[in-house]
């Protein structure tokens, strides 16, 4: 297949369309059902809980958006880096690497609807070892951003391409999946 749509590409295209939605069902799960946002808190496991937050800022909770412009000024800005995340999953001819963007590209898909519909990204999933946080509270879309990253880092360090044949086809014509 060739073109813009090779078959990894449009497995990358459903993997973020999938994380997109898990995405929302969970959060959707969280403050539904689950009434989180009145309830606060729920306690699961030893080093799981569920913790209701409301994230007005990027990562790490930096550039809060305290007002509307800044609202707006994140969605556009975090819009425009997903876009920019899908283009370069668009180009890349490898498996490996285009799954990797699409869980980024699916993260945030995730996340800007959130800003988008409420002006805050919902958090809840509160990892911890007794007192210990080594992560803030996430949701699905940035565990999924997270986890692209890691593959998208590894990858870049640790695989070398043989050799650099079109849209992940070899020179017998065979496609290559790694």
Known sequence: ???????????????????AIIDQIVKWY??????????????????FDLTYTENRGVSLGMFEANN??????????????ALVV??????????GDIAGLA????GALGNIRDRFELGYVIDFAD?????????????????AITIGVVIILAR???????????????PRGETQDA
């Open 30 to 47: 969280v403050i539904g059902p689950l009434a989180l946002r009145q309830v606060r808190h729920i306690d699961l496991l030893p080093f």
């Open 156 to 170: 870049s360090l640790l695989v070398r391409d043989k050799d650099d044949t079109q849209d992940g086809d070899s």
């Open 127 to 143: 990892f911890h070892i007794g007192g210990f946080r080594p992560f803030l509270i996430f949701n699905v879309a940035d565990a």
């Open 68 to 81: 509307m412009e800044t609202r707006w000024a994140l969605v556009a800005v975090t819009a425009l880096i």
């Open 86 to 95: 899908l283009v370069w999953m668009m180009r890349e001819k490898r498996l």
């Open 1 to 19: 297949m060739s073109g813009l749509f090779t078959r990894n590409r449009l497995i990358g295209l459903g993997i973020a369309a999938l994380v």
């Open 103 to 106: 869980l980024i590209c699916g």
